[in-house]
């Protein structure tokens, strides 16, 4: 069976793991590929243009926008970002899913245009848990930690509007079970239209 | 998390393996039962009263309908079948993930009192080879056979109906594609309500 690949938009609070569930996965699996974003920040030391985001001007941003060159874009701390929707499409047309990193303004748009898109919510198994971990990290300050922490209470309101959550208590179960969504998802008469009607037609001619 | 079982309803034509592949599952994880259903129709050779089915007369049936102690049942053949309501709650409330073999009629039937219920369609990987897997059985005549793609003919109009196709290539691969479609629905917001809640109040302690 060919199939179409699909687009699985992630969200998440600051520390419950998602950038390393999504690597990991697709470290795993070739068969997915990791959107990379636009945006008009500069780029941090280490960052290459290509690999972590596309570095554009103000001016190039826009006229991605104005050429309906994004399935969505947002603007965060002065500076846009933005998902290429080349990239996204060549991937999907070439049977490879396509996970978006993002925010729930961008997922909202991405589902908008996507109808088969879905939408997974990456959650800690507490939130004891994710202060932990974004203490761990040793590198926030406290005042970084709060800010997080408030973040994660304001998206928490936002679970109910994605389609499945994942629980990030261990990462290798985490990246399985991503994985088992999204196989899972694969499997609906929905995107499945063509083999559906292959095997009526099949039957069809074996009993006419 | 504790979480609460739901009903996964199959239906599937006629020797593309839905029984097999159940029967394979039920053994691999013991997070799911089999619904063994009520019939008045009568024990074959081999048949053992609540093990295959519960045999009952046409009275006691007729008494299980009346209480409301069936969730779906249907006339075939002469004979009522149908599922004892008590045996899919119990389990259900022990957090074990209840399947039922049924037809079409009986899983809208199921799905329109269990919202949360899900329903998955097991079809061959083609027409030709359900009929190679008909006639391998070696049992069934011509006729028979003849009959059983032409019902596979009539239930295909209905595919669209489920929520998952399972397409039963390989019974091991066919076993686990339906056990990773039962755990992805389990992520759903819906059926995470409590997870959701409490991990919001953390937050809201972490952060007043």
Not at 46 to 71: A, P
Not at 121 to 137: H, I, N, T
Not at 149 to 157: F, G, Q, V
Request: proline share 3%; with cysteine; charged share 30%.
């Amino acid at each position: 069976m060919k199939r179409k690949g699909i687009i699985i938009v992630v969200s998440g609070f600051s520390g419950a793991g998602k950038g390393t569930i999504m690597k990991a996965l697709t470290a795993r699996y070739d068969q997915y590929a990791l959107s990379i974003s636009a945006t008009t920040r500069d780029p941090r030391p280490g960052e290459v243009n290509g690999r972590e985001y596309f570095f554009v001007s103000n001016e190039e941003f826009e006229k991605l926008i104005e050429e309906d060159g994004l399935i969505e874009h947002a603007g965060y701390v002065n500076h846009y970002y933005g998902t290429p929707r080349k990239f996204v499409e060549d991937k999907l047309n070439a049977g490879i899913d396509v996970i978006l990193e993002i925010e729930i303004q961008g997922a909202l748009q991405v589902k908008e245009q996507y109808k088969d898109a879905i939408s997974l919510f990456v959650m800690p198994p507490s939130a004891q848990e994710l202060e932990k971990r974004l203490r761990g990290r040793g590198t926030e300050s406290e005042e970084v930690i709060a800010q997080r922490l408030k973040r994660a209470c304001e998206e928490a309101s936002e679970v109910e509007k994605y389609d499945f959550i994942v629980v990030n208590d261990n990462l290798d179960e985490a990246v399985e079970r991503v994985h088992g969504i999204i196989s899972a998802v694969h499997g609906t008469p929905d995107r499945n239209k063509e083999f559906i009607e292959d095997v009526r037609n099949q039957l069809f001619d074996l009993t006419k």
